[in-house]
């Protein structure tokens, strides 16, 4: 009896072994799977902001972190003809299915993709690369934005030349330019006292190389200071050129 008992419960050891296993099994997937659904891709807030020829990072990362070396990752601009700018998928890059103008341009992390992080590091930015970037992780339903800003670090202080006098109005005609600026600035006049002055339309023009020339005329009146600044702004990136001018008598 006493071994007919041992080897019964042998038998229901190693009957319940598989059951065990597969218990184990279905618990890790509904873990994961929770886990993974709770992740969300996060990007910057604020657009990145590069100038021509930088090399940048396009931030994007899961939290929390999640192993994703496994997964199909995809950076893309759905604005463009081939909108995959990098894709990599069962643990290795995909040239052939990248955009022709980004190839040899764009690298992820590899090492950092078991803490999540997903940023794509691209190189030697060009205009045509100002646009929307989008990171996706098709098979995990998550995705995340961030918008590229390319500017010119060439842009030229603001030229002021007097083109006429109005005599009769004791008024005189002030002109400003100013060239090489990307994205597209506008122009504001200011007086002595730091007020906007009421000018004419801002004339643009885009040049072949992609730089915007603009062009502002003002008519001044004598003022007390006769103090008048030029300036020429882009707020997206936060640069600003002036230039300021005395009108004697």
């Not at 994961?32 to 657009?47: A, D, E, M, R, Y």
């Not at 003809?81 to 690298?107: C, M």
């Not at 906007?196 to 190389?209: C, F, I, K, Q, Y």
């Amino acid at each position: 009896m006493q071994s007919y008992r041992r080897l019964h419960q042998t038998d229901r050891l190693t009957l319940q072994s598989p059951f065990w296993t597969l218990s184990v099994l279905v618990l890790h997937l509904l873990l994961t799977n929770s886990c993974k659904g709770q992740s969300q891709l996060i990007g910057p807030l604020q657009s990145i902001l590069a100038g021509v020829g930088d090399d940048i990072i396009l931030p994007c990362y899961l939290q929390p972190a999640l192993d994703v070396t496994t997964e199909t990752l995809e950076w893309k601009r759905s604005d463009l003809k081939h909108i995959f700018i990098h894709v990599w998928r069962a643990g290795q890059d995909l040239i052939k299915e990248i955009n022709p103008s980004y190839k040899g341009r764009t690298s992820l992390f590899i090492n950092e993709l078991k803490h999540g992080n997903i940023s794509l590091k691209l190189s030697k930015v060009q205009r045509s690369d100002q646009g929307t970037y989008e990171c996706d992780l098709p098979l995990l339903q998550k995705q995340s934005s961030v918008r590229l800003v390319v500017a010119s670090h060439t842009a030229s202080s603001p030229d002021i030349s007097l083109l006429g006098i109005d005599r009769k109005r004791g008024a005189v005609i002030l002109n400003c330019d100013s060239n090489s600026w990307y994205p597209e600035p506008e122009v504001v006049w200011l007086d002595g006292e730091g007020n906007l002055l009421s000018a004419g339309p801002t004339e643009t023009v885009r040049g072949p190389d992609d730089l915007y020339t603009v062009s502002s005329r003002v008519t001044v009146e004598k003022r007390q200071s006769n103090n008048f600044t030029c300036r020429v702004q882009q707020k997206d990136i936060n640069q600003i050129r002036e230039t300021h001018i005395y009108i004697s008598g």
